[in-house]
T-cell receptor
Framework: GQNIDQPTEMTATEGAIVQINCTYQ??????LFWYQQHAGEAPTFLSY????GLEEKGRFSSFLSRSKGYSYLLLKELQMKDSASYLC???????????FGTGTRLQVFP | KAGVTQTPRYLIKTRGQQVTLSCSPI?????VSWYQQTPGQGLQFLFE???????NKGNFPGRFSGRQFSNSRSEMNVSTLELGDSALYLC??????????????FGPGTRLTVL
């Protein structure tokens, strides 16, 4: 089966750095996605990792360790507009599905 | 190019009724996946259609069904609605199968309320 864990809520200050962790268990790992979802809106794609290491894209970076079943999303120079839910999703090769975690709600304060 | 569109955006039904939701994928995308999103459960996979065939199905009862047309548009049907079916239903399209690397683009969702 599959299981994905991420913190329910996090808070941070504008201009700071925040790291959102995601741990997963899956029978056949085939990639991990991070999505951002603002309240009342659709999720939008942030990053994709299939190999170990860090993928950097502007202020956002995503890290993956397949041996540890662990990923994190790093947000730098936080802005108020970064207040949103961040969803970790794992693609399972055996079940042929994309499984989402329940999401981490991030609140950025001035 | 136009994004994923879903209709209707909001829907109110009563228990026992049935409902059909529609999703039009991005032009050129052949895969459509459906998800149910609730505050407590997060995003849960319902099913994926590719080239008019159901490729995969989540752990939902048979009351939830879907289909895909030759133009890749997809519909989802829920029969005998229950209060617990109240949720945001999201559809996502991708160029190829969700099982290989293909970024999924989400529609705005249909907010279903069952009274």
């Amino acid at each position: 089966g599959q299981n994905i864990d991420q913190p329910t809520e996090m808070t941070a200050t504008e201009g700071a750095i925040v790291q959102i962790n995601c741990t997963y268990q899956t029978s056949g790992f085939n990639g991990l996605f991070w999505y951002q979802q603002h309240a009342g809106e659709a999720p939008t794609f942030l990053s994709y990792n299939v190999l170990d290491g860090l993928e950097e894209k502007g202020r956002f970076s995503s890290f993956l360790s397949r041996s540890k079943g662990y990923s994190y999303l790093l947000l730098k120079e936080l802005q108020m507009k970064d207040s949103a839910s961040y969803l970790c999703a794992v693609r399972d090769r055996i079940d042929d599905k994309l499984i989402f975690g329940t999401g981490t709600r991030l609140q950025v304060f001035p | 190019k136009a994004g994923v569109t879903q209709t209707p955006r909001y829907l109110i039904k009563t228990r026992g009724q049935q409902v059909t939701l529609s999703c039009s994928p991005i032009s050129g995308h052949r895969s459509v996946s459906w998800y149910q999103q609730t505050p407590g459960q997060g995003l849960q996979f319902l099913f994926e259609y590719f080239s008019e065939t159901q490729r995969n199905k989540g752990n939902f009862p048979g009351r939830f069904s879907g289909r895909q047309f030759s133009n890749s548009r997809s519909e989802m049907n829920v029969s005998t609605l229950e209060l617990g079916d109240s949720a945001l239903y999201l559809c996502a399209s991708s160029r190829g199968l969700a099982s290989s690397y293909n970024e999924q683009f989400f529609g705005p969702g249909t907010r279903l309320t069952v009274l």
